[in-house]
């Protein structure tokens, strides 16, 4: 009990207070590089060029920004959000990293516990990620230069291959859902009756509507009293 008053009282309050000031802080940030590039090289797009690509960007992510958070919040709790909406890198870094130590930690995605864990393993990638990223700008370069074709082209596969961990990872906890979730996606991949961003949507909000609806007739486990 007292763990939950900590939980409730001292730590979401925090999360709630800096959570959205880091997010003001940090918008304006993502703006440094480009002012850099303006006043260093004297180079700058025409209001017509920025309009056009900011229509091709939210053309192309506006499902991923609805789908991301809902998706996410059961395993990354409210303040592991804040940090991937902060971090990035969110489906092949934060994600595994916070399913991963969840499932090592043995607690459940959607408690308190997993919320915690899950903050921990998302603040030791960042600060993980960022010492990496620093050293591989410094020498990576130099070092793929150098690599066979065969193992640069592996690179491509290794968004999948994390999906396809994560994937079966949360397939052992609940096979029924996995199988929901496959088959929606095969279906849509291969009828193309929808646009890519559609079947993002159809795909999740498909999953959780079928899922509700199975665990309100108790085909995917006893349904609460409460």
Known sequence: MEVENVYEKEFIPQVKKWGPLLLIIG???TFIPAIYVWWAYNIIPSGSQIMAG?????????A???????????????PGVYMMCLAGNIS?????????????AGVTFGTK???????????VSMLVS???????????????NHLPP??????????????GAIFGQFLIKGYLIGIIALALGLFFNYYKVLPDWAV???CVFGTILISRILWERGMLGKKSEN
């Not at 900011?54 to 506006?62: H, I, K, M, P």
């Not at 092949?92 to 090592?104: G, I, M």
């Not at 516990?113 to 603040?123: D, F, K, N, R």
Request: one cysteine or more; glycine letters at 6%; a negative charge.
């Open 27 to 29: 918008m304006p940030l």
């Open 54 to 62: 900011f229509g091709l960007t939210v053309a192309v992510l506006w």
């Open 64 to 78: 991923v920004y609805i789908v991301e958070p809902i998706s996410y919040y059961p395993i990354l709790g409210m």
């Open 92 to 104: 092949n870094l934060r994600l595994p990293c916070a399913a991963v130590a969840q499932e090592s």
């Open 113 to 123: 516990e997993g919320s915690i864990i899950a903050t921990l393993a998302m603040s």
């Open 130 to 144: 960022t010492i990496i990223i620093f050293l591989g700008a410094l020498g990576a370069a130099a070092v793929l």
């Open 150 to 163: 065969f193992v640069l082209h592996a690179f491509d596969y290794i968004l999948p291959a994390i999906f």
């Open 200 to 202: 993002l949507l159809v």
